[in-house]
């Protein structure tokens, strides 16, 4: 049974930071690049945050460069997002996906998210 669990989401406020992690279990979590997407109300789910299958290499929207990081544990079966300096405009529910490295077209495996809300 596939399980990605999302936690660390919360109200904090403008400029404040937050560390989500994602723990997964039930496939091969060192054969699946991870990443982080999020949505908001009325708008399409957008890519955050990718990180290799081995941690070796990461991408990031441009929105969000230098201010998010993401890093897995593989000894964990976990991927992390740590957001910095967080903006009104980052308020979204944000969602862990796993990727098989090999896989170009499937939608991998997905949690349910967990709610960051940006507020004063």
């Known amino acids: 049974q596939v399980q990605l669990v999302e936690s660390g989401g919360g109200l904090v406020q403008p400029g404040g930071s937050l560390r989500l992690s994602c723990a997964t279990s039930?496939?091969?979590?060192?054969?699946?690049?991870m990443r982080w997407y999020r949505q908001a109300p009325g708008k399409e789910r957008e890519l955050v945050a990718t990180?290799?299958?081995?941690?070796?290499?990461?991408n990031y929207a441009d929105y969000v460069k230098g201010q998010f990081t993401i890093s897995r544990d593989n000894a964990k079966n976990t991927v992390y997002l740590q957001m910095n300096s967080l903006k009104p405009e980052d308020t979204a529910v944000y969602y862990c996906?796993?990727?098989?490295?090999?896989?170009?077209?499937?939608?991998?495996?997905w949690g349910q998210g967990t709610q960051v809300t940006v507020s004063s």
């Open positions: 996906n796993a990727l098989f490295f090999l896989d170009h077209q499937g939608p991998g495996y």
């Open positions: 039930g496939f091969t979590f060192s054969s699946y690049a």
């Open positions: 990180v290799t299958t081995t941690g070796g290499s990461t």
